[in-house]
C-alpha cells in the first residue's frame, strides 16, 4: 500500500523478516504512549530492553544535554522479562517485533532467550552486549570477542528458531562483529551510545556517566557500519546519531540493511524522517533495498 | 515528538523572569507542560534537546510561559520570534471542590503553574491563598501577577524574610494544597500538609523527551524505584513521592 502513495518501495528484508520500512525504534526510545506518533513509520517494533529480573535503574540525574546530543544514565530500568511479556501486546502495531534483551552473565542471556523462544509475537531478538550505564557483574563482561563469541552461541542455541542480531558497542567493534556471526548471529546493530561524561562544574560533581547518543556520534556510527558490514555476511543494522532521513540513506549506503532512530525521535517527528527518506529514494529514482551496501561496490 | 511552531505574540520582563505568549487552541489542564525551543533540525541541532515548562495561563486562544534564563536554551527563548512548542503534556492538578480553602505555593520559578491552577480554581468558585517564596526581591517581582499573594525572600530583600514555609503555620487547616519548586521545598510542603488534605505537587525535573520514551525524567518512589515526571506527573500526589 505504500509503494503505491509513494511511488518508490520503501521495503527491506531483515534476516528473513520482511520491513515494510526500513526504520525502527532504537531500544529505549519508543515508550508506549509514543506509539501513536510513529504510525506508519517503522518497519519493525523494538521495545525498551528487557532483563530477567526487574530493574529500578540509576537514580536521576539521568539525562543531560551536550552539544548535538545528550548523554544518558537510565540503567536499563525495565519491569523484568514476566512483566515485559505481559505488556508486549502494547507493541503489536502489524509489524514484526524484535526483542532487546540483557542481562549481567551469560546464563541471564540463554535463560532470557529460551524464555522469548517460543513466543509466537516476537520475531527477532536483539542481544544488548554493550549497554554503557550497566555493569555486568562489575566488570564489562562483553567487553571483547571471546565473550561476545559465548553470549551469542549460548543465545543461539537457547533460541533456534528466531533470528538474533548482536548489538555491539564501538569498541572493537570489528573484531566484536566477526565473533559474534561465526558464534552464530544472524545479523548485527551496530552501534550503541558511546561512553560519554558531563561534569557540574558549578557543583563540582559528575552531572551524568552514561552514554552519548544523538548526531554527535553519527560519524562514529557511520564508520563502524561501514568497516564491519565490509568484513561480515550477515545483515547490519545501523544506529547512531540518525537524525533525518538523508542520514538514514547515508548509513544504509554504508552497508545499513535496517535503520534505527533513537535520540532524534525525541527532537524530531519521525513520520517527518520516513518522509524525507522517501523523498530521497523518489529523487534519486531508487528504492531502499537498492542502497544496502553501495558504497562498498564502488 | 512533534513540535509546532508558534510566533511570540508578547514577551514581558518580570523581574529575573520572562513570560511569553503565543496563540493555541485546545484544551490545557493546569499543571501540564510544553516541551518548548527556538529550532530543531534543519535549522539547528544544538541547543539538541527541547526543554519543559509548565503552562503559565492558557485562556483558550493565548498560551503563556514563564521562565528564566539559566543557559543557552532559555537564552535563545528569551529572544525568539517565534518558537517551537508541543502540544500539552503530562497530568495536570487534581481539584476537588468540595474540600474548601485551599493554598497555592511556589518557589521560586515554581510559581509557573499556579497562575493557571487559580484561574481554574476561580471557575470552580474554590477559594485559595498563594504563598510564594523566592531567592530575592529581583525574582519576587512576578508576585505581582498574584493579588494578596504572600511573598517570602532568602536575602530579605521583599516580603517576610525565609522561605515559603515562613509565610504561614496554618498548612494544616486547608483543604488541599497545591506546590510547585525545588524538591526541598515540596518535601517540606509533603511533611506540612494534613493527614487529610489533599497534596498535590508539580516536580521540576530534567527531561530528554518529554513522552515517556527515555525514562530521563524519574522521581523516586514510595516503596521503591522510578516513575516518570512527564507521563505519569509532572504533578503527583505527595504520598507517591518517596521524600
Known amino acids: 500500500m505504500r509503494e503505491q502513495t509513494t511511488g518508490v518501495d520503501l521495503a527491506v528484508e531483515l534476516c528473513g523478516l520482511t520491513l515494510e520500512t526500513p526504520l525502527m525504534p532504537a531500544s529505549g526510545t519508543l515508550s508506549r504512549e509514543a506509539l501513536g506518533e510513529v504510525?506508519?513509520?517503522?518497519?519493525?517494533?523494538?521495545?525498551?530492553?528487557?532483563?530477567?529480573?526487574?530493574?529500578?535503574?540509576?537514580?536521576?540525574?539521568?539525562?543531560?544535554?551536550?552539544?548535538?546530543?545528550?548523554v544518558n544514565s537510565i540503567g536499563l530500568q525495565n519491569p523484568g522479562v514476566e512483566r515485559f511479556l505481559r505488556d508486549l501486546d502494547a507493541y503489536d502495531v502489524g509489524v514484526p517485533v524484535l526483542v532487546s534483551v540483557a542481562g549481567d552473565t551469560v546464563a541471564d542471556f540463554r535463560r532470557l532467550c529460551e524464555r522469548l523462544s517460543g513466543d509466537e509475537r516476537i520475531s527477532a531478538i536483539e542481544l544488548n552486549l554493550s549497554c554503557p550505564n550497566v555493569e555486568c557483574g562489575g566488570q564489562v563482561f562483553c567487553a571483547g570477542p571471546a565473550s561476545v563469541e559465548e553470549v551469542v552461541?549460548?543465545?543461539?542455541?537457547?533460541?533456534?528458531g528466531k533470528p538474533i542480531l548482536a548489538?555491539?558497542?564501538?569498541?572493537?567493534?570489528?573484531?566484536?562483529?566477526?565473533?559474534?556471526?561465526?558464534?552464530?548471529?544472524?545479523?548485527?546493530?551496530?552501534?550503541?551510545?558511546l561512553p560519554a561524561l558531563t561534569v557540574d562544574a558549578r557543583a563540582r560533581k559528575v552531572l551524568v556517566r552514561g552514554g552519548l547518543s544523538g548526531p554527535a556520534i553519527k560519524p562514529i556510527a557511520l564508520r563502524a557500519v561501514y568497516d564491519v558490514s565490509n568484513v561480515v555476511d550477515v545483515p547490519v543494522v545501523g544506529s547512531g546519531g540518525v537524525t533525518s532521513g538523508t542520514d538514514v540513506a547515508e548509513f544504509m549506503l554504508a552497508g545499513a540493511t535496517a535503520v534505527q532512530v533513537g535520540t532524534a525521535s525525541f527532537v524530531r517527528d519521525p513520520q517527518e524522517i520516513l518522509h524525507e527518506f522517501t523523498t530521497y529514494l523518489k529523487e534519486n529514482d531508487l528504492n531502499a533495498a537498492e542502497l544496502t551496501g553501495a558504497l562498498h561496490s564502488t | 515528538m512533534k513540535f509546532h511552531s508558534v510566533k511570540v505574540e508578547e514577551r514581558e520582563v518580570l523581574g529575573n523572569y520572562t513570560l511569553l505568549h503565543y496563540r493555541w487552541e485546545g484544551p490545557v489542564d493546569p499543571g501540564q507542560f510544553v516541551m518548548a525551543r527556538t529550532a530543531g533540525y534543519p535549522t539547528t541541532l544544538d541547543p539538541f534537546l527541547a526543554r519543559p515548562f509548565s503552562f503559565y495561563d492558557y485562556d483558550g486562544e493565548v498560551a503563556s510561559l514563564l521562565f528564566e534564563v539559566r543557559g543557552r536554551g532559555t537564552a535563545l527563548l528569551d529572544l525568539a520570534p517565534t518558537i517551537e512548542v508541543t502540544a500539552p503534556l503530562g497530568k495536570g492538578f487534581r481539584i476537588e471542590p468540595a474540600r474548601g480553602r485551599v493554598?497555592?505555593?511556589?518557589?521560586?520559578?515554581?510559581?509557573?503553574?499556579?497562575?493557571?491552577?487559580?484561574?481554574?480554581?476561580?471557575?470552580?468558585?474554590?477559594?485559595?491563598?498563594?504563598?510564594?517564596?523566592?531567592?530575592?526581591a529581583e525574582s519576587a517581582v512576578v508576585a505581582k501577577e498574584f493579588p494578596g499573594a504572600r511573598v517570602a525572600t532568602m536575602d530579605g530583600s521583599a516580603g517576610t524574610h525565609g522561605t515559603v514555609m515562613?509565610?504561614?503555620?496554618?498548612?494544616?487547616?486547608?483543604?488541599?494544597?497545591?506546590?510547585?519548586?525545588?524538591?526541598?521545598?515540596?518535601?517540606?510542603?509533603?511533611?506540612?500538609?494534613?493527614?487529610?488534605?489533599?497534596?498535590?505537587?508539580?516536580?521540576?525535573?530534567?527531561?530528554g523527551c518529554g513522552n515517556g520514551s527515555c525514562n530521563g525524567c524519574v522521581v523516586p518512589v514510595h516503596g521503591g524505584g522510578y516513575i516518570r515526571s512527564c507521563v505519569e506527573g509532572p504533578v503527583f500526589p505527595a504520598e507517591v513521592l518517596a521524600w
Open chain 1, 39 to 70: 504510525e506508519g513509520v517503522y518497519g519493525a517494533m523494538l521495545p525498551k530492553t528487557t532483563t530477567p529480573a526487574a530493574r529500578a535503574g540509576n537514580p536521576p540525574p539521568r539525562v543531560a544535554e551536550t552539544p548535538a546530543g545528550m
Open chain 1, 153 to 160: 552461541a549460548a543465545s543461539r542455541a537457547a533460541v533456534p
Open chain 1, 167 to 193: 548489538k555491539l558497542t564501538n569498541e572493537g567493534v570489528v573484531e566484536n562483529a566477526r565473533a559474534a556471526e561465526s558464534a552464530g548471529a544472524d545479523g548485527l546493530t551496530i552501534m550503541n551510545t
Open chain 2, 103 to 136: 493554598a497555592l505555593l511556589g518557589g521560586g520559578i515554581g510559581v509557573a503553574p499556579l497562575k493557571i491552577l487559580g484561574r481554574y480554581l476561580d471557575a470552580m468558585r474554590v477559594p485559595y491563598d498563594v504563598l510564594l517564596g523566592f531567592a530575592d
Open chain 2, 166 to 207: 515562613d509565610t504561614t503555620d496554618t498548612l494544616r487547616d486547608y483543604g488541599a494544597l497545591y506546590a510547585c519548586g525545588p524538591n526541598p521545598m515540596l518535601a517540606a510542603v509533603k511533611l506540612a500538609a494534613g493527614e487529610d488534605s489533599l497534596c498535590q505537587l508539580s516536580v521540576e525535573e530534567r527531561m
